[in-house]
C-alpha cells in the first residue's frame, strides 16, 4: 500500500511526464507549423477562400468554375479576420488550428469532469487526446484547415449541453454551437446525431425542444446562407461532385482504427459495466455513430483520416470515464490509487511506442531538414513570382505566398470534370491558349503530371506546355511551348 502522503506527488508526476511525452510529439507538428513551407494540399486552397471572404472575389463560385468552394463559410471568416491582424491566412489558420487543438483538450478534461471522473483522470484524458492526435495524426496539428475548429465548436457544445442538465437556455446554445460547428466544417454529424438520439430515449420533453430549435436554427442558417451567397453556396457545398469508393474504407480502416482498439474496448467496457447511468450511454452512442459515420465519410475521394477525428474523441472520453467507473467498484487487494495509475499506464501505452521515431525526427526534421526546405520553397515562390500573368499551382500555398490569383482548384476541377460537370473543353482552350503562364505540380499523374486531373488533361498539359525546371520540394514547373 502506497502511503496517502506519497499520492499526491506520484499523481504530480505521472501528468508531467505525461505531459513531457506529449510535449516531444507536439514539437515537430507545431515547429513545422512557424516555416514557410505547404503542410498539406488544402492550405493555400483555405488561404484564397479566406482572402474571398472580405475580398472582391466570390466565396461560392458557380460550379462550372475552374475552382470550387464545397466548405461552409465560418472558418474562413475566422481565418480572414485573424489574417488580417498577422499579414498571413496560412499562418493565421495554423495558429487557429492550433488553439483549436488545445481547446478541444480543455473540453474533453471538463466533459470528463462533469461526468463524474475526479481531477486526476480527467486532466489525464486531456492529455490522452493531445498525445494520441499528435501520434498518429498529427499533419492536422498546425495545419491551416478548419477541421480542428469545427470540432473545438462541437466539443464546446458538449459541455454547454452537461453544463446545463437540461435548461432549456442551455440546450437552445448547444444546438447553435453545434450548428456553428456544421457551419465551419459539414462533415460534423456524430455528435449531433447522437445527442437526438439520447434525448429522444431519455428526455423526450427536452428533444422536442432540441429538434424544434434546431430545425428553427437550421431553416434561418439557410435562409441567411441564401442570401449571402445564393444557390452558388448550397450547390458547392451539399451537391459538389466527388466520387466515391466503396472499398476504399475497408482498406484504410483497420490502419486508422488499429492504434484505437484499447480505447475502442474501454467504451464498451464502460457501456457494459455502468450501462445505467444515462450519460454513458451517451458517450456509447457517441462512438457508435462516429465510428458508423466515419467509416461511410472514408469512401469519399480524397478524404483522409480527419473522417474518424470524432471516434477518436468519443473513446478518448469513455475511456476516462471508465477509469472513474473502475476506481469506484475496486474491491479485494487492488487500491484505486494503484488501479488508477496502472490504468493510465495501459492507456497511454500506444503514445509511448511513438516517442522514440518523435525524437529521432524532431532532431533530423525540426533541427536540420526544415530550414532547408524553407528555402527551396522559398526559391520556388520566387520563381513562380517573377512569371506575369495567371500561373496553374497544384499546391495553392505557393501561388499564395507569391501574391498570385486562385486561378484553378486540381482536386475538385478532377471531380467535376470526371462527372462531367465541366468540359474538358474549358480548361483545354486556356491551355490552348497559353492562359497560364507557368504551372507547378506534383507529378504521380499517369503522365508524371497531376494525379488529380484526368489522363487527357494531363495529355493536353504535356502537349502544350514542357519542364522548365523540377524542385525537391514543390515538383516540376511547366512553361508554355514556343512551338507545339
Given at each position: ?33 512557424t516555416?514557410?513551407?505547404p ?21 461560392y ?23 488580417s491582424?498577422?499579414g ?25 469532469r462533469?461526468?463524474?471522473g475526479?481531477?486526476f483522470?480527467s486532466?489525464?484524458?486531456g ?5 494520441y492526435?499528435?501520434a ?11 477541421q ?58 427536452d ?12 431553416a ?6 441564401y442570401?449571402?451567397?445564393g ?6 457545398v ?7 469508393e466503396?472499398?476504399y ?11 484505437l ?13 455502468r450501462?445505467?447511468r ?16 466515419g ?6 475521394v ?21 477509469i ?10 487492488w487500491s484505486?490509487?494503484?488501479l488508477?495509475?496502472v490504468a ?7 503514445i509511448?511506442l ?6 529521432v525526427e ?6 536540420r ?6 528555402l ?23 501561388c499564395?505566398?507569391a501574391g498570385?490569383k ?16 465541366v468540359?474538358?473543353?474549358v480548361?483545354?482552350?486556356?491551355l ?9 505540380a ?13 489522363e ?13 525546371h523540377s ?5 516540376v514547373?511547366l ?6
Amino acid at each position: 500500500m502506497i502511503p496517502l502522503s506519497y499520492q499526491p506527488h506520484i499523481r504530480a508526476a505521472a501528468l508531467i511526464i505525461a505531459s513531457l511525452v506529449t510535449v516531444i510529439l507536439l514539437a515537430q507538428p507545431i515547429i513545422s507549423s512557424t516555416f514557410i513551407i505547404p503542410k498539406g494540399f488544402n492550405e493555400g486552397w483555405n488561404a484564397f477562400y479566406a482572402s474571398h471572404a472580405f475580398g472582391e472575389e466570390s466565396l461560392y463560385p458557380e460550379i462550372t468554375e475552374l475552382n470550387s468552394n464545397n466548405y461552409p463559410p465560418v472558418s474562413f471568416y475566422v481565418v480572414a479576420g485573424l489574417g488580417s491582424l498577422i499579414g498571413d491566412n496560412i499562418f493565421a489558420g495554423r495558429l487557429l488550428s492550433i488553439f483549436s487543438f488545445f481547446l478541444i483538450a480543455i473540453s474533453i478534461v471538463t466533459i470528463v469532469r462533469l461526468l463524474g471522473g475526479d481531477a486526476f483522470v480527467s486532466l489525464f484524458s486531456g492529455l490522452l487526446f493531445l498525445g494520441y492526435m499528435a501520434a498518429y495524426h498529427r499533419a492536422y496539428v498546425g495545419a491551416n484547415d478548419p477541421q480542428l475548429l469545427a470540432h473545438a465548436i462541437m466539443m464546446a457544445g458538449l459541455v454547454l449541453f452537461l453544463f446545463g442538465r437540461g435548461k432549456r437556455f442551455y440546450l437552445f446554445l448547444t444546438a447553435l454551437l453545434m450548428l456553428t460547428a456544421g457551419m465551419a466544417k459539414h462533415n460534423l454529424i456524430a455528435l449531433p446525431i447522437a445527442l437526438t438520439i439520447w434525448l429522444f430515449l431519455y428526455a423526450r420533453k427536452d428533444f422536442r425542444f432540441w429538434l424544434v430549435s434546431s430545425v428553427l436554427l437550421l431553416a434561418a442558417a439557410s435562409v441567411v446562407l441564401y442570401i449571402a451567397y445564393g444557390m452558388p453556396f448550397f450547390v458547392g457545398v451539399l451537391m459538389a461532385p466527388r466520387g466515391y469508393e466503396i472499398g476504399y474504407p475497408a482498406r484504410v480502416l483497420p490502419d486508422w482504427i488499429a492504434p484505437l482498439q484499447l480505447y475502442l474496448t474501454a467504451a464498451f467496457l464502460l457501456v457494459l459495466v455502468r450501462h445505467d447511468r444515462s450519460e454513458n450511454i451517451l458517450i456509447g452512442l457517441y462512438v457508435v455513430v462516429a465510428g458508423i459515420s466515419g467509416m461511410l465519410i472514408s469512401g469519399g475521394v480524397g478524404v483522409g483520416y480527419n473522417a474518424i477525428f470524432d471516434l477518436i474523441i468519443a473513446v478518448i472520453i469513455a475511456s476516462g470515464l471508465l477509469i472513474g467507473t473502475l476506481v469506484q467498484q475496486c474491491q479485494g487487494r487492488w487500491s484505486r490509487f494503484s488501479l488508477t495509475h496502472v490504468a493510465i499506464l495501459i492507456l497511454f501505452l500506444p503514445i509511448l511506442l511513438k516517442v522514440p521515431l518523435a525524437v529521432v525526427e524532431l532532431k533530423s526534421g525540426a533541427i536540420r531538414r526544415l530550414p532547408e526546405s524553407e528555402l527551396l520553397v522559398a526559391k520556388d515562390v520566387n520563381f513562380i513570382a517573377k512569371h506575369e500573368g495567371p500561373v496553374m499551382c497544384e499546391d495553392l500555398a505557393l501561388c499564395y505566398w507569391a501574391g498570385k490569383k486562385f486561378e484553378v482548384d486540381f482536386f475538385n476541377l478532377g471531380q467535376k470534370l470526371k462527372a462531367g460537370v465541366v468540359s474538358e473543353a474549358v480548361i483545354t482552350a486556356r491551355l490552348d491558349s497559353h492562359y497560364f503562364s507557368l504551372i507547378q505540380a506534383y507529378g504521380g499523374g499517369s503522365k508524371g503530371i497531376t494525379h488529380r486531373l484526368p489522363e487527357k488533361v494531363n495529355d493536353a498539359i504535356l502537349e502544350r506546355y514542357e519542364v522548365s525546371h523540377s524542385s525537391q520540394e514543390s515538383g516540376v514547373f511547366l512553361v508554355p511551348k514556343s512551338i507545339y
